[in-house]
């Protein structure tokens, strides 16, 4: 279990609880993570962090302490993912940069990436502005699979607050609209995405912060903020008749 902190890192062990690595000395940190079972640690710092650059993606060997690499940007970092093969870069401006995780090499850039998710098979979901259209796509894209989309589909919302992958093998989609008063649910196998179910919270604006399904595809569980937690019960998978679609998004404005 990694975890950035606003005084630098700390690394546990999920068996035993105990804390196996920590280092203050980095700063605060906007984001840490680890490659895996291994030493290797990638974090990305806070922009008030004195020692290390916030437009900087490190990688750095927590064990020793010593820095192996680092990827410099132009812009502010918001969060990153690495799978076995690519760092997945999300910055500030709302794009994904993808590079080579052996030689940090750039690969390409997924622009207007505006809501994220990733899932532990190493698929990416994120939605694309259409510009004047306000038209957001979803693709996954695979390790090997980053010039081609494994799966995309057009959102019935102009924009998105939240995305999230969850549910048995993480193979549900949970997407939230901007205003937060709309939730769609789809299912995703292979190179298709099914139109699983939605809900209609309500004609208030809503800030959403999580969104998850259960194991065995039963709840939806949806956080709006630190006191109040909505549980719904979806319904039978094969009803997909959008009920939210008759309720106009510029009432809750």
Not at 212 to 221: A, L
Not at 227 to 247: A, F, S
Request: a positive charge; proline letters at 0%.
């Amino acid at each position: 279990i990694t975890l950035s902190t606003n005084q630098g890192y700390k690394i546990y062990s999920n068996k035993t609880h105990k804390c196996l690595h920590s280092n203050n000395q980095v700063g605060s940190l906007l984001y840490a993570n680890t490659y895996y079972q291994s030493n290797i640690l990638f974090f990305i710092p806070v922009q008030t962090n004195r020692n290390f650059s916030s437009n900087c993606f490190y990688i750095w060997n927590a064990e020793s302490n010593v820095q192996l690499g680092s990827i410099q940007l132009t812009t502010s970092l918001t969060s990153a993912y690495v799978s076995r093969d690519i760092i997945y870069i999300f910055t500030t401006d709302s794009n994904i940069l993808l590079f080579a995780l052996s030689t940090l090499a750039y690969i390409k850039t997924l622009r207007n990436a505006y809501a994220s998710d990733v899932t532990s098979s190493n698929k990416i979901a994120f939605a694309v502005d259409k510009g004047f259209i306000q038209l957001n796509c979803y693709a996954l894209y695979g390790d090997n699979k980053y010039n081609e989309s494994i799966c995309k589909f057009d959102s019935t919302f102009d924009y998105v607050q939240v995305i999230k992958f969850c549910g048995k093998e993480q193979k549900k989609l949970v997407i939230s609209n901007y205003l937060g008063n709309k939730l769609h649910v789809y299912h995703v196998e292979q190179h298709d995405a099914t139109f699983v179910y939605c809900v209609y919270l309500g004609s208030n604006n809503e800030e959403i912060l999580n969104v998850c399904v259960d194991e065995k595809d039963k709840f939806i569980m949806i956080t709006r903020d630190d006191k109040v937690v909505d549980l719904y019960k979806m319904r039978e998978i094969g009803n997909t008749r959008c009920v939210c679609g008759k309720y106009d998004d510029k009432r809750a404005i």
